[in-house]
């Protein structure tokens, strides 16, 4: 099959938020070409560790197949340049901040008028319409503002960030949703539009389970470690080297583990009758959980899950992150590969998720150093002559590979 | 108005909030979604809460959906679904790799009926691997992903991300290779067989961690709320909860240290920085400050000094935060049952066609007649008759 992302071309400018990467990295998986657009001293993305031989990997990881093109912004010269790469391109990812193309003159209003079918999308922690834009946007900001924190860590513990990035990542990958709605849909009007992706908003999507009990009985739920809102046993349990999650959601699977662990008596307590009266039903869920870390914790971690498995009962290792680079099953489906290509070689480097039979997503190559295709890019989209590019160097208006 | 999916039609069997959340997002952009549901229906509709027998989780992950019900057992519910690939774009899935290709149902199964059609299953583990056949949860996937190895406070256990996020990675990860297989099908004509997995939804959520991984060959410790290189980066009690704030230059350094009244021994950022002593000191003095004030004295004062900071806000503050109102991101919207609920709304924000939430799920089975009379032509009887066998 043809695929038709190898025609697209994207622009994307990126600063300290990763949505705008992301979104970037999946439009680019898929075969579209993705030109980060950078400033002289590079994004912030490439600024920040960690880094190997100089190079940081996180920028290596999120600009991955993508062309790093170096202008000096906003100078107006460097802005021109934008202008007419601008023409030429189907899609801009905007991630830097909602007046920063405003007032370059590079904002979608100027953009449509010379590219009709231009589909600009605008990542911002709140929005575009300007309600919170005097807060700060970072990214731990909008979890802790959106409700993610009081939802994550212990029970008795204080309100904790989620591991990574979460807010940035969803909506990135919403904007990329978005992009590829409006490409189906330029098909038939042959115009672009505006995509308006706010951090808030995608976090408010996400926090649909909790959200429910207090749109229902107005109870707001806090974190509960790894309790499930709703059912029990569910929990992460400590055993001999490290803990297991063993996550019961039915009746079956409650029998099963309660027989596993040599306790059929449980079965027939009327006490422990329903997921609901495991969870909720006085100090059930404490009591439940106490028998069961008794049998785990003098258990290694993997007879714990094997034991479990054999009985159908839901269970899984948790695995320190080196684990997870060396399992064979993320392996298997290509979600690590390893990578040569700018200079670097990576043993292991993350593939795409993106798992389509005929135009399936794929990772070709780690990020650029900083403007490595600034002459291919300019030349190949622009038509400049290697006397014109020389030029814009000696001003220093491009920097990077130009000839 | 009109919408972008306007014309496309997906069959979608699936349960709980992975596959649920894929086909909500295409219903919001307009696409019809015909859920179909074993008799007795899907997980979901058992769990409570309830309003009037119907259970609210439901209504909140299938929003704009139509509803109907087929025992896919019985021959003649076979056929009906065959009947329904055939006028359809998308198939969506999320059952155990295996269920679907014994029903006879499979990707196989239906491309030959339909060549066009798109076949999504997104899954725990995925069609491939070792892991393929294990029963999967959100909180397993965290586990095994390194997830909760590298969330929480380094003195705690391993805890998982609040929300179940790699349910979300992996429905939102099936909504757009949908999209994009929809819109390589306008020029090529042929459908094709995604195959997305919760499991593999760690490795974009860890890059971070990977990176790390990759560059010192061990794990970052557990670091909780504090940050690599930034300092402070943290929590601080306030007299009604908590406010989150971080510093990154020297002015903002100088403005705190003022405000927090840190003599001139902590000038230099840098050297606080890397001394424990100045650290935990430091720690104090912000939330002796902190805990005098509410979150929201705090938040302005810090913030009218420049201070990166947000306060640490719980549901209800979240629900009712202006900035949700202005973006329709709580929608008052009626189901047939029910009646008048209220439920998250879209946020696929674009420009001139908007995703919308504009109903919630519907009741069991509720479309059974409008769909098999007006698109597949059964006469009512024929209806009566396949009720009354246990087909639908």
């Not at chain 2, 239906?110 to 892991?131: D, W």
Request: net charge negative; hydrophobic share 40%; charged share 25%.
């Amino acid at each position: 099959m043809n695929n038709r992302f190898n025609e697209l071309v994207v622009l994307e400018m990126t600063d300290k938020h990763y949505h705008s990467a992301y979104a970037g990295r999946l439009l680019g998986e898929i075969g579209a070409r993705v030109i980060e657009i950078e400033p002289l001293n590079g994004s912030s993305l490439r600024n920040s560790p960690p880094f190997k031989n100089g190079v940081s990997l996180l920028h290596s990881i999120y600009q991955a197949n993508k062309e790093s093109v170096c202008i000096d912004l906003p100078k107006r010269d460097a802005c021109d340049i934008v202008l007419e790469l601008a023409k030429r391109a189907d899609i801009i990812l905007d991630g830097m901040g909602i007046y920063v193309a405003n007032k370059w003159g590079i904002d979608y209003e100027v953009l449509k008028k010379s590219n009709p079918r231009l589909i600009y999308a605008s990542l911002t922690t709140y929005g575009v319409n300007g309600l919170y834009s005097e807060y700060d946007d970072h990214e731990v900001l909008a979890q802790a503002r959106g409700g993610i924190m009081s939802l994550t860590g212990m029970k008795d513990g204080p309100p904790m960030r989620a591991s990574t990035i979460i807010s940035d990542l969803i909506t990135g990958l919403h904007a990329a949703i978005c992009c590829v709605a409006t490409l189906y849909h330029r098909d038939a009007t042959g115009k672009g539009q505006f995509i308006d992706m706010a951090n808030f908003d995608t976090i408010a999507t996400h926090l649909k389970e909790f959200t429910t009990m207090y749109l229902v009985e107005k109870k707001v739920l806090k974190r509960m470690g790894n309790l499930s809102p709703r059912v029990a046993p569910y929990n992460a349990y400590r055993c001999k080297d490290g803990y297991a999650v063993i996550a019961t959601a039915s009746n079956p699977q409650w029998e099963s583990l309660a027989r596993a662990i040599g306790r059929e008596d449980l079965i027939c307590d009327p006490n422990y009758k329903t997921p609901y009266d495991r969870r909720f039903k006085g100090n059930n869920v404490t009591v439940l959980d106490n028998i069961i870390e008794g049998w785990t914790k003098d258990r290694y971690r993997q007879d714990v899950v094997d034991i479990m498995n054999r009985a159908h009962v839901p269970c899984a290792p948790v695995q320190e992150v080196s684990s997870v680079l060396a399992d064979e099953h993320l392996w298997v489906r290509d979600m690590f590969i390893k990578m040569s290509g700018s200079g670097n070689a990576y043993d292991c480097f993350p593939g795409s998720m993106l798992k389509l039979s005929a135009t399936k997503g794929t990772v070709s190559r780690p990020g650029e150093y900083l403007g490595m295709s600034t002459g291919k890019v300019l030349r190949e989209l622009l038509g400049y002559s290697d006397e014109a590019l020389q030029d814009l160097l000696k001003k220093s208006i491009i920097w990077g590979a130009v000839v | 108005m009109n919408q972008i999916l306007d014309g496309i039609r997906v069959l979608e069997l699936t349960a709980v909030i992975n596959g649920p959340y894929a086909g909500g997002l295409l219903a919001e952009l307009g696409a019809e979604v015909i859920k179909v549901e074993p008799l007795d229906g899907e997980i979901q509709r058992r769990i409570a809460p309830m309003i009037k027998g119907q259970a609210f989780g439901y209504m909140q992950y299938n929003p704009n959906k139509k509803s109907i019900t087929l025992n896919l057992k019985e021959e003649k519910a076979k056929k009906i679904f065959y009947q329904l690939a055939e006028k359809s774009d998308v198939i969506l899935e999320n059952n155990t790799p295996g269920v679907m290709e014994r029903l006879k149902i499979g990707w196989e199964d239906i491309r030959k009926i339909n060549p066009r059609i798109i076949y999504a299953s997104t899954t725990g583990y995925g069609q491939s691997g070792p892991y393929r056949d294990y029963p999967a949860y959100d909180s397993l996937a965290q586990a095994r992903g390194g997830i909760m190895s590298a969330t929480g406070d380094r003195m705690d256990p391993p805890v998982k991300t609040g929300p179940s996020i790699t349910d979300f990675l992996a429905g939102a990860h099936t909504a757009l290779c949908i999209l994009i297989a929809l819109w390589q099908r306008q020029q090529s004509g042929e459908g094709q067989r995604v195959d997305i997995a919760m499991y593999d939804a760690a490795v974009p959520y860890l890059y971070e961690e990977i990176a790390w991984m990759m560059a010192n060959g061990k794990q970052q410790e557990r670091l909780g709320n504090a940050h690599r290189s930034l300092f402070p980066h943290n929590i601080y009690t306030t007299n009604d909860g908590h406010i989150f704030l971080l510093i990154e230059s020297q002015q903002q350094w100088k403005c705190l240290a003022d405000i927090v009244g840190l003599s001139d021994g902590y000038a230099d950022h840098e050297k606080v920085k890397n001394d424990q002593g100045l650290r935990s000191k430091t720690e104090s003095a912000i939330e002796s400050w902190t805990s005098s004030l509410s979150k929201a004295d705090a938040e302005r004062y810090l913030m009218k000094n420049g201070i990166p900071c947000a306060r640490v806000n719980y549901l209800d503050e979240v629900i009712a935060d202006p900035l949700m109102n202005e973006h329709d991101m709580f929608v008052s919207v009626e189901q047939q049952i029910a009646g008048p609920i209220k439920i998250p709304g879209s946020c696929l924000n674009i420009q001139d066609n908007p995703g919308r939430v504009i109903a919630p799920g519907s009741p069991l089975g509720f479309h059974n007649e409008e769909i098999l009379s007006t698109l597949l032509g059964y006469s009512s009887d024929e209806i009566a008759n396949l009720k009354k066998a246990g087909v639908i």
